[in-house]
């Protein structure tokens, strides 16, 4: 089972640098963006904004190694 890369989570890869988020694709999991939601698509917006329903890329800032969760 992988483990799981977050914000600043150690690279599996270089175990050296540290993952961090570059880019998510549409969705919201933010605050701001799960309001966005919820303006937009209602209630259901709302709970997909706060279930993370996205994927967000990640990516070492040593070595480059880059993950999508
Ligand atoms: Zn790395």
Known sequence: MAQPINEGS???RCMIGYMR?????KGGFSGGKAL???V?????GLAAGALGKKKITYACNRCGY???K
């Open 66 to 68: 880059t993950v999508e």
């Open 36 to 38: 966005v939601g919820a």
């Open 10 to 12: 150690p690279c599996p």
């Open 21 to 25: 988020s570059i880019g998510e694709r």
């Open 40 to 44: 937009i698509a209602g209630p259901i």
